[in-house]
């Protein structure tokens, strides 16, 4: 008999219908072959820091931080008042019984078919198995009934997917490290709850940093020089490299009266014929990039649609990073191909490298529509929208026709000073473009032809220097697979490398996972730390104070930092690396915070720091300054924590308050960017002034 585990019950029943005649019983299916049970998602959490000296006192302290625990343990999940959840225990002891049953030789892991699904069903199996059994991994690349059969007769060893788990592992006991320990010294520290986590912050961060880009962002002009001339009556504009400050508008206009007295002759012109390759298969992240930029649609309402396609079987299994598939889908491609034309769609089946390549898949391949179609009448509107999406980019990307254009490049030599490239594609046959959209502004190119003469008048012209863009749903998604990629504006006829991309994403770069982002996304949202309107990000107060915070408390989770324990985490999944090597590096991270030199510390939340010297109460430490505690009274008597990018510890403020002076501080930044020394002197009206040896 083989008892198949399920990480949630709508995996469970797409199982049991694939299988048949199973009868129902109390949290399992049954027949003669085979038991079908299943999870909540994650019935075991993490121990919380008390739970390991089972203290009765759940107080936040720093006298038990940082806390590094000698061996990670679980519990089974509570519900949100830190009460057993009895639908939980329940489950997990059907579960338990059925693992331990006599007639039971064989379990499977039928967990999602990631690191998380694979760990998810192990902790149930690891606390209810009592003896050796064997265990197989049920490894599903989509819900429908032929793939679950097939995927039953092709189990493979749960060892031969450790490297996943302890990878998973890792993650897990890495995430808990920093969320419970920096979390709590942030908290204790603020007085305000402030999540710190190895994935939030960083994201968060990001849109912090461009939303001060923009604040301080200084609009300014500059020149170029273009000349707009009618030649053979069309419009000809040719635009200079050159480029000026606004102070040196009369050094363009002396190089356009230099380029004026040039002649501009067409040296070459080449038309040719081409195909316009069609976009590639989706992964997760860029459908949802599609969808938040056509419909506005954020990527926890599409995750949670796609999520539903794939469990009724519609498509393939989500979390996926890649735009490929894997080599030997090739016979399951030609068969959808086959089903998909019959909707009217003119594809066939291509074999290209474009498509194809394992070296690009590491766990997932791209979504794809799957043999079993849905009927719009049962779909909902964004069902509609997420569904026809995939279906139409798998249709664009096997399409029969070709998308064939027309290309042509004018080359334009300005005497010797310059020399011009015109560019312009024109679709002659549309192709892959009747199904997918198709989104580049082709340029229309004048009626020229080698040897004419172009007129010209070279002009200064005044450009506005832009300000950076606040991040979109696609902007913050393309940050996050590869943050150390640089933003190139790709031209209509260059081909999309994406080599740089993957190889990120296989060394472990990219900041959360295709499994994990949306979620860390929604809790940065839900936390009240960024908001999204329509597609666009911003950051809000709290945002701001939680990383304005951390900095002040010199605790820096840059990239850097995330993608260092990325990096670690993927030689977990290579095999390259143990679990404890990357908790140790997570380890030390945490302890170099604790011990921080005591020039970064502010002190915790309503530490004493000295007496007002307007009012004689007094003075704490606050959520952001040192300040009166006569506030009420009227006293607004504060010292910064932060001047001029400076933090201000607490000795520093308690010296102010003793001796009127402090000691020759060293550090400041001017708003020049220069860096000053000075003392900082309480003035009678209780304001700071700067001292200057």
Known sequence: MKLIIAEKPSLARNIVSAIGNMKRKDGYFENDNYLVSWAFGHLFTLYDIEDYDNLEDRKWK??????????????????????????????????????????????????????????????????????????????????????????????????????????????????????????????????TLLRVGRVIVPIVKAIYDRDKQIEEFVPDIYYGIVSNQKTNGEDVELTSKEKFEKEKIEDAKKLCDIYNKEKAIVINKTTKKDTLAPGKLYSLTKLQNYLGKKYKMPMNKSLAVVQKLYEEGYLTYPRTNSEYLATNEKDKIKEIINIVSNLGYK?????????????????????????????????????????????????????????????????????????????????????????????KNDKVLPNLNVGDEINIDFKPKEKKKSAPKHYTIETLNNYLKNPFKEDKVKLNDEEDDDT????????????????????????????????????????????????????????????????????????????????????????????????????????????YIGKCPLCGKDVIKGKYNYGCTGYK?????????????????????????????????????????????????????????????
Request: proline content about 1%; glycine content about 6%; hydrophobic content about 35%.
């Open 62 to 191: 720093i006298d038990n931080l940082p806390f590094f625990p000698k061996e990670f343990k679980f519990n089974l999940k509570k519900d949100q008042n830190k009460r057993i959840d009895e639908g939980v225990v329940k489950q997990f002891n059907i579960i338990k019984q059925l693992v331990n049953r006599e007639d039971v030789d064989t379990i499977v892991n039928a967990g999602d078919s990631d690191r998380e699904g694979e760990i998810i069903v192990r902790l149930c199996i690891s606390n209810s198995l009592e003896s050796d059994k064997k265990q197989v991994r049920l490894w599903l690349k989509d819900q429908t009934s032929k793939t679950v059969n097939e995927a039953l007769n092709n189990m493979k060893d749960e060892k031969e997917y450790d490297n996943l788990a302890n990878e998973g592992f890792a993650r897990t006991y890495v995430d808990w490290l920093y969320g419970v320990n920096l979390t709590r010294y942030a908290t204790l520290k603020t007085g």
């Open 347 to 439: 594809i066939k089946f291509k074999d290209k490298k474009t498509i194809f390549d394992d070296s690009k898949i590491e766990s997932h391949s791209a979504l794809t529509p799957t043999y079993k179609i849905p009927k719009k009448e049962n779909m909902s509107d964004d069902e509609i929208k997420v569904y026809t999406a995939v279906m139409r980019r798998f249709a664009a990307v096997f399409c029969a026709d070709d998308c064939k254009i027309e290309k042509t490049e004018i080359k334009i030599k300005l005497g010797e000073k310059e020399e011009f490239i015109l560019k312009g594609n024109v679709i002659i046959e549309k192709g892959w473009t009747r199904y997918d959209e198709y989104n």
């Open 500 to 607: 740089e991309d993957y190889k990120a994403i296989f060394d472990g770069l990219e900041l959360g996972t295709e499994a994990t982002r949306t979620g860390i996304i929604n809790n940065a949202i839900n936390s009240k730390y960024i908001e999204l309107k329509k597609d666009v990000y911003y950051i809000l107060p709290e945002g701001k104070y939680l990383i304005e915070s951390l900095s002040n408390m010199n605790i820096s989770m840059d990239k850097y930092k995330t993608s260092e324990l990325g990096k670690g985490l993927k030689q977990v999944y290579k095999g390259n690396k143990k679990v404890c090597d990357v908790v140790k590096l997570a380890e030390d991270e945490i302890s170099e915070v604790f011990n921080n030199n005591l020039q970064y510390d502010t002190g915790f939340y309503k530490d």
């Open 633 to 693: 009274d009227g006293c607004n008597f504060k010292i910064s924590m932060n001047i001029c990018k400076k933090i201000i510890n607490k000795n520093i403020a308690k010296e102010i308050l003793e001796n009127k002076v402090s000691s020759n501080i060293t550090g400041f930044i001017s708003k020049n960017n220069k860096e000053f020394s000075a003392k900082l002197k309480l003035e009678d009206d209780g304001k700071l002034s700067f001292v200057f040896e």
